[in-house]
């Protein structure tokens, strides 16, 4: 199955969804509508049963260079209206962003939010300039090829970081770091990225995609509710009290033990150990037998003449 749209493609194949940003001209830069599209696209994914897995990677040369600031430039009413009243101009561009901005932080937020939450494993093969890390903060991995750099500049162009930057960076990637990455907003390349703790594994560009779908088959062998559950844990760990969270673990494994993926492991376990110890049994008692000695007459004992040997006594009498 796939889904386009002029910003984002969405395909789905065996189980894995595919997300790639679709703008290649302007190194995948998103508009205020690109937000919502995505948001829409991944709650799609997360409750489709079929899906297990989302990779998302971008066309061309870049993930996504982030916000599109062609947007954010004035046309010729807006530029009358500051030569006639820039204190009206001011006033009006102040509600205007204020109030796309707030919906763009919103749904990003809700994004990853599905992401942290949500059953499916979350995968970004970042192909190349990436300069919108607030989502790889929610994503379970981060792939990069060699040559991928990365940058969060909110501050270098004169906002706050937004997207859930400012609360996910820290309980990811650790206060120190996160204030490495966000404060100097500096360009980074990929192995350093993976030593902040951004990025998990970089890889050769050609083999970046074909990493990504093993690591998706791979977990989407395991159990979607227990996924889903251990997620929930671990992002509830950074905000609860140690003794809060164990008792949050005990109620967890309980649902997971509800869900009866655990005892159809078991059975099988146990079904396939039991089939491989029967033939290993009658293996082994073969191989004994054939291997035991006949045993020795005791001493001054009288031979017992073989069957041919007794034939022969005969024929000769």
Not at 18 to 45: E, Q, S
């Amino acid at each position: 199955m796939a889904a386009r749209s002029d910003a984002i493609v969405l395909e789905k194949r065996k189980g894995i969804a595919y997300i790639t940003f679709n703008r290649p001209k302007v190194l995948n830069a998103f508009r205020p509508m690109d937000y919502y599209l995505l948001d829409d696209l991944v709650n799609d994914c997360d409750q489709d049963p079929k899906v297990r897995a989302i990779i998302f990677t971008g066309k061309g040369r870049a993930w996504s260079v982030g916000d599109d600031v062609a947007v954010a430039v004035r046309g010729p009413a807006q530029r009358k209206l500051v030569a006639e009243d820039p204190v009206q101009a001011l006033m009006w561009d102040g509600k205007y962003l204020e109030l796309a901005m707030s919906r763009r932080l919103i749904a990003t937020q809700q994004t990853c939010k599905t992401l942290l939450n949500s059953g499916k494993v979350a995968i970004a093969a970042v192909n190349g300039i990436c300069y919108i890390a607030e989502y790889l903060y929610a994503m379970d991995f981060v792939l990069a090829a060699e040559h991928a750099t990365f940058a969060q500049g909110d501050v270098k162009v004169g906002i706050c970081p937004i997207g859930s930057s400012t609360q996910l960076a820290p309980r990811v990637l650790g206060r120190r770091r996160a204030t490495e990455l966000l404060l100097k907003a500096e360009l980074i390349p990929a192995q350093e990225a993976c030593r902040l703790g951004l990025v998990n594994q970089v890889v050769p560009a050609e083999r970046l995609m074909e990493e990504a779908e093993a690591l998706a088959r791979q977990v989407s062998r395991y159990s979607a509710s227990a996924i889903k559950l251990t997620k929930i844990l671990m992002t509830k760990a950074q905000e609860l009290p140690l003794q809060e969270g164990l008792e949050q673990e005990v109620l967890m494994c309980g649902l997971s033990l509800q869900s009866g993926d655990y005892e159809r492991y078991a059975r099988k376990f146990l079904a396939k150990s039991g089939a491989t110890e029967h033939k290993g049994a009658r293996r082994s008692t073969a191989r004994r037998e054939r291997t035991v000695p006949a045993a020795r007459p005791a001493a001054g004992a009288r031979r017992t003449a073989s069957p041919r040997a007794a034939g022969r006594a005969a024929r000769s009498k």
